[in-house]
Nanobody, 126 residues
Framework: HVQLVESGGGSVQAGGSLRLSCKIT????????RAWFRQAPGKEREGVAALYIGGGSTYYDDSVKGRFTISHDNAKNMLYLDMNSLKPEDTAMYYCAADARSRGDYCNRSPSDFTYWGQGTQVTVS
């Protein structure tokens, strides 16, 4: 069993930066893939970035490439999402997620492929 708790959301002006954090506890073998998703009102949940702990491979949605960076600190069991050059369209509830499954050395990208979820943290860009 894995538990995830996000923090770091808030309100920021366009062009600003935020760092989201996710504390991950529980069985580390159940969280080989760790990811950030977001969901805006009236829209489906979408993958933002993912990280395969085993090999370090990462995935970024095209909309955030070059602006967002996913990283992790094994010693602290923390997952991070550094968000720069934020845009109003980045406004959403952001969720961290984890799952044991992967596609080889890469993580799956669909919300349905992730078992464990945090409660979400709101990011508002104006």
């Amino acid at each position: 069993h894995v538990q995830l708790v996000e923090s770091g959301g808030g309100s920021v002006q366009a062009g600003g930066s935020l760092r989201l954090s996710c504390k991950i506890t529980g069985d580390p073998y159940s969280s080989n893939c760790r990811a950030w998703f977001r969901q805006a009102p009236g829209k489906e949940r979408e993958g933002v970035a993912a990280l395969y702990i085993g090999g370090g491979s990462t995935y970024y949605d095209d909309s955030v490439k070059g602006r967002f960076t996913i990283s992790h600190d094994n010693a602290k069991n923390m997952l991070y999402l550094d968000m720069n050059s934020l845009k109003p369209e980045d406004t959403a509830m952001y969720y961290c997620a984890a799952d044991a499954r992967s596609r080889g050395d890469y993580c799956n990208r669909s919300p349905s492929d992730f078992t464990y979820w945090g409660q979400g943290t709101q990011v508002t860009v104006s």
